[in-house]
C-alpha cells in the first residue's frame, strides 16, 4: 500500500517551517528523517493534508557544547552521534545508546528529534535522555518553552508538543567525572523493537541515582531519586545493594499486573544497574 496524495513544503530555514506549521485547518505531519513516518503513510495510519520536509535545516542540524552541556540540534541523525561527529559529554554513553538503534541504514536517517517527536516508548532515546536528565527546547512562533524528557512524554505516542511547534534542540547535562551511566533493552534480535528498557545513571561520590524503566505502554517511568533501589543510600557497591523486591514493587504499582512482564522489565533495570558498576 502507498500513502495517499498530499500536498509537499520544503522550507529552506526554522521560521519558514513554523509558519507553515501554524495552526490551521489542514493536517499537517512533519518529516526528518522519515523512518517512522515513513511506514505510517504507507499503511494510511496517518493520512496528512501537507508534509512538511525539515531534513534540509541547517539550524537542526548544529551540535556544540554550550555552559558545559550539548545542545543538539532535532535533525541529527543517530549515525552522527554513533560516529563521533557530535560532541560527546557524556563519556561514550550517547554513542553506545545510538549504535544500539535499529540498523544502520535506519541510524544514517533516523533524527534523535524526530524519535522524541514520535514518542514510541520502545525508542531509545525516550529512555536513555530520560535517564540523563535531557530537556527539549520546544519551539514555535510565539516563542520558545524548555520541558524536561519526562514532562514531554506523556504517554505511548503522546507528547506535549502543542500545534505549531517543532522540537529545536535537545540540551544534554555533561556527567560528572565519577557518574555511572547503565542502558539494556531487551529484544528477541538485533534491530526489532525492545520489549523492556533500562537505564541509570548513577553518582555514587554524589549519592545520588536516576533511573528509568522503559518500553512500557505508557511513558517510561522516571525515577529522578532511585536511592530506593539501593536501601535508601547510593553507595560504592550500588551494584551490590540493587533490591529487585523494590523494583518489582515500582512496577506493581504503576499497574503492570502480569509477574512475568514485570520480571522482564526489573531484569532489564538490573543488568543497567550492573553495567553501571562494572
Not at 25 to 54: F, T, Y
Amino acid at each position: 500500500m502507498k500513502s495517499a496524495a498530499f500536498a509537499y513544503e520544503r522550507p529552506g530555514d526554522v521560521n519558514g517551517a513554523l509558519a507553515l506549521i501554524a495552526p490551521t485547518d489542514r493536517s499537517i505531519k512533519i518529516i526528518a528523517g522519515g523512518q517512522s513516518l515513513g511506514p505510517m503513510l504507507n499503511l494510511r495510519l496517518v493520512e496528512p493534508d501537507v508534509m512538511i520536509d525539515i531534513s534540509n535545516l541547517a539550524e537542526l542540524k548544529q551540535a556544540a557544547c554550550v555552559g558545559g552541556d550539548l545542545v543538539i540540534g532535532a535533525c541529527v541523525t543517530h549515525g552522527d552521534i554513533e560516529d563521533g561527529r557530535v560532541p560527546d559529554v557524556t563519556r561514550g554513553a550517547m554513542q553506545r545508546v545510538a549504535a544500539a538503534i535499529a540498523y544502520r541504514a535506519v541510524r544514517n536517517r533516523g533524527t534523535i528529534g524526530g524519535s522524541l517527536s514520535h514518542a514510541d516508548p520502545a525508542a531509545d532515546w525516550v529512555s536513555a535522555l530520560s535517564a540523563l536528565g535531557a530537556r527539549v527546547s520546544l519551539r514555535s512562533l510565539s516563542g520558545v518553552r524548555q520541558l524536561g524528557i519526562e514532562q514531554f512524554i506523556t504517554g505511548a505516542l503522546r507528547s506535549a508538543l502543542r500545534p505549531g511547534e517543532i522540537i529545536e534542540t535537545v540540551r544534554i547535562p555533561a556527567m560528572t567525572p565519577s557518574a555511572r551511566f547503565g542502558y539494556f533493552k531487551a529484544c528477541r534480535k538485533t534491530g526489532e523493537f525492545a520489549h523492556a528498557i533500562g537505564a541509570v545513571l548513577i553518582d555514587p561520590e554524589q549519592a545520588t541515582a536516576r533511573a528509568v524503566i522503559g518500553a512500557l505502554e505508557a511513558a517510561p517511568i522516571v525515577l529522578a531519586d532511585a536511592s530506593s533501589l539501593f536501601g535508601g543510600r547510593v553507595t560504592a557497591d550500588f551494584g551490590r545493594r540493587f533490591d529487585v523486591r523494590v523494583a518489582d514493587a515500582i512496577l506493581a504499582k504503576s499497574g503492570i499486573s502480569n509477574a512475568g512482564d514485570r520480571h522482564i522489565h526489573v531484569t532489564a533495570l538490573r543488568r543497567a544497574v550492573s553495567e553501571a558498576a562494572a
